[in-house]
C-alpha cells in the first residue's frame, strides 16, 4: 500500500476558528490536523487526497449537543422518528461532526446506568458521526444520585438535563436542589429546562375549557413570563447550592435571556443555549392552516420578531455561549408516532396538549446561521463549536483546527456566491416528513464534511459518502469553559450553615 506523507491536504481555503479568520492550507494524518501551511504551499503535497477549497471557508465541524435521538414517548404523545443512524446521517450532511445525544431515564426507572446502556446499545455501530450522551435525570433517586460519581468518573458523562416541565420528566425545586448538589461535587454541568409546568398545565386546562385547542394556542399556553420565571428560579437555586454551574437551554425569550445576563454578569456560573427556530421562526408560524402549525410545535414556542432580535443580540455580546439544534424531530403526517397522533374525530384540528413537542433541524443548523449574514463567522464557529466543545468537555480535540491535537473535523464550505440553496425537505438526509424551514433560502450549504480525516458528505459527488460505523462514542471529560470548575472549588464546598 502507497504511503503517503499526508492522509488529506485542504488547499487554498480561508479558515474561521473562534479566535481568528485566515488563509492557509491544512494538513492531516491519522486523523489528526497535523500541520497549517501557507496558504497553496500545500497544492502539490504528497497527500492521498487534496481538496481545491477554492478560496472557500473552512471551519471546523459543527459539534451539536442538544439532541434527541430514539426516544419514547416523554414531550407529548408521539415519540422520536429519527435513529442515531438516520439523525447522524442529518447531521454530517449538514456540517456537523459532533452531536452529543440524551440517554433519558424515565420516571420509573430507579437507575441511571441503566439508562445509559439502552442508549449505547442504540449509538453504537449506527452513528456517522462521533457522539456523546448528557443523562435526562426524570427521577433522581437516592440510587440515581449515587451514580453521578460513576458517571462523571468512569463513563465519560459530564453533563445531566432536569426538567421543570412535562409530567414525564418534571422534578419538584427540593429534587432540584439534591441534583445541583450533587452535581456541583462530581464536576458535571446541569442543564435545565426552564419553563413553570404548573402553570403552563393551568393555563392549558383554562384553554381546553373553552375549546381552545388548535395547534396556536401551544403558544398561548406557554406565555413568555413562564419562561422568565422558571429561568430566575433555576438561576437562585443554583446560587443557593454555592452557585453550582447551569446551562439554560433552548433560551427564546429576552426576560429570560435578560435574568441571565443580570448572574452572569454578577459573576454566577450561568450558561445559556438558543437555537435556530429561535431565530427564523415566530408564533405565526404555529397558525398555519388547519393543523400544519403543529410543524414548529416546540418548547419554548418560538416569540415574536422582537425576541428574535434579542436572541440574536445575545448571541453577539456573549450570552448565549452554545448554539444548538435541539432536534426532537416528529413526524408530522403520523397518527402512530407523530404530530398527528392527536386528532381524533372529536378534535379534527388535533389537541395542543397531546402533540408531540420538538422540531427537526440538526441538518440546517449550520447552513441557516452561516448564511444569515448576522454573526461575525468567528462568532458563527464560536458557538456551533468552539464553545459547545469547551463546555462540554471535548476541547481541544473537537471545535478547533489546532495542530498536533484537534481531530481533522474540518468542513468546506463553498466559495462566497457560488450557492443559493432553497431548502426543502427532499434534500435533507433525516428520517422526518418535513422542514420547519421549507423553502428558506441559504447562500451556503457544507460542500465536504470531513470525520477525523475522512471526507463522510460530498455534496456534489455522492452527498452521504460516510458509514454509520464510522462515528465514536466520546468519553468527555469536566467541561473547560471558563475555568469553571476552577472557581467553583474555589469557593468552597456548599455550608448550609452558612446561608
Ligand atoms: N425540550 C427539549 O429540550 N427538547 C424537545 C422538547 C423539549 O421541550
Ligand atoms: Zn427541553
Ligand atoms: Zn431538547
Known amino acids: ?95 456537523c461532526t459532533t452531536i452529543v445525544g440524551f440517554a ?20 453504537k455501530g449506527n452513528s456517522y ?15 440515581a444520585l449515587s451514580e453521578l460519581k460513576t458517571l462523571s468518573e468512569n463513563e465519560g458523562i459530564t453533563s445531566l438535563k432536569i426538567y421543570m416541565t412535562y409530567a414525564a420528566l418534571q422534578i419538584r425545586d427540593d429534587q432540584i436542589l439534591s441534583v445541583l448538589l450533587e452535581a456541583r461535587s462530581n464536576r458535571m454541568l446541569t442543564m435545565i429546562h426552564a419553563e413553570n409546568g404548573d402553570v403552563l398545565n393551568w393555563l392549558t386546562d383554562q384553554l381546553e375549557s373553552q375549546g381552545l385547542v388548535a395547534p396556536k394556542y401551544h403558544s398561548t399556553s406557554r406565555p413568555p413570563i413562564l419562561e422568565a420565571e422558571a429561568t430566575n428560579r433555576a ?68 416569540r415574536d420578531k422582537a425576541s428574535q432580535d434579542a436572541i440574536w443580540t445575545g448571541l453577539r455580546n456573549g450570552t448565549f455561549t452554545v448554539l444548538s439544534s435541539d432536534h426532537c424531530p416528529f413526524n408530522y403526517n403520523d397518527a402512530e408516532k407523530g404530530k398527528m397522533t392527536c386528532i381524533t374525530a372529536e378534535n379534527p384540528v388535533g389537541k395542543f396538549r397531546e402533540i408531540p413537542n420538538g422540531i427537526p433541524g440538526i441538518e440546517t443548523r449550520l447552513p441557516l446561521v452561516f448564511s444569515s449574514g448576522r454573526l461575525a463567522l468567528a462568532k458563527f464557529v464560536e458557538v456551533v463549536a468552539t464553545n459547545p466543545a469547551k463546555l462540554y468537555g471535548m476541547y481541544p480535540r473537537k471545535g478547533s483546527l489546532i495542530p498536533g491535537v484537534s481531530d481533522a473535523d474540518i ?11 432553497t431548502i426543502t425537505n427532499e434534500i ?40 454509520k460505523t464510522f462515528g465514536k462514542f466520546l468519553k468527555r471529560g469536566a467541561s473547560s469553559l471558563d475555568r469553571i470548575w476552577e472557581t467553583v472549588e474555589e469557593q468552597g464546598a456548599f455550608d448550609v450553615a452558612a446561608l
Open 1 to 95: 500500500m502507497a504511503s503517503y506523507e499526508y492522509d488529506l491536504v485542504i488547499t487554498n481555503g480561508i479558515c474561521v476558528t473562534a479566535a481568528d479568520i485566515a488563509s492557509y492550507d491544512i494538513a492531516v494524518k491519522d486523523e489528526k490536523i497535523v500541520l497549517l501551511a501557507p496558504s497553496g504551499s500545500l497544492a502539490q503535497a504528497d497527500a492521498e487526497k487534496i481538496i481545491d477549497a477554492e478560496g472557500g471557508y473552512v471551519t471546523p465541524g459543527g459539534v451539536d449537543c442538544h439532541v434527541h435521538l430514539e426516544e419514547p414517548a416523554m414531550f407529548g404523545k408521539g415519540s422520536s422518528s429519527d435513529t442515531y443512524e438516520t439523525g447522524t446521517r442529518s447531521a454530517v450532511a449538514g456540517g
Open 104 to 123: 433519558p431515564q424515565q420516571k420509573k426507572e430507579p437507575s441511571l446506568l441503566k439508562a445509559l446502556a439502552d442508549t449505547h446499545a442504540k449509538a
Open 129 to 143: 458521526c462521533d457522539y456523546g450522551f448528557h443523562m435526562m435525570v426524570g427521577n433522581p433517586s437516592l440510587e
Open 235 to 302: 438561576i437562585a437555586l443554583s446560587s443557593l447550592i454555592a452557585n453550582t454551574p447551569i446551562l439554560l437551554v433552548h433560551v427564546s425569550d429576552p426576560g429570560a435571556t435578560l435574568r441571565i445576563r443580570q448572574a452572569q454578569t454578577a459573576g454566577q456560573p450561568v450558561f445559556a443555549e438558543t437555537c435556530p427556530q429561535y431565530l427564523f421562526l415566530t408564533r405565526d408560524d404555529l397558525d398555519a392552516p388547519v393543523f400544519e402549525g403543529a410543524k414548529c410545535v416546540c418548547s419554548p414556542p418560538p
Open 411 to 421: 468542513v468546506v464550505w463553498y466559495p462566497e456566491g457560488r450557492r443559493d440553496i
Open 428 to 467: 435533507l438526509h433525516h428520517a422526518t416528513d418535513y422542514t420547519p424551514f421549507e423553502g428558506r433560502q441559504v447562500g451556503n450549504w457544507p460542500r465536504f464534511t470531513i470525520l477525523r480525516g475522512k471526507v463522510v458528505w460530498d455534496r456534489d459527488n455522492g452527498g452521504v459518502v460516510g458509514k
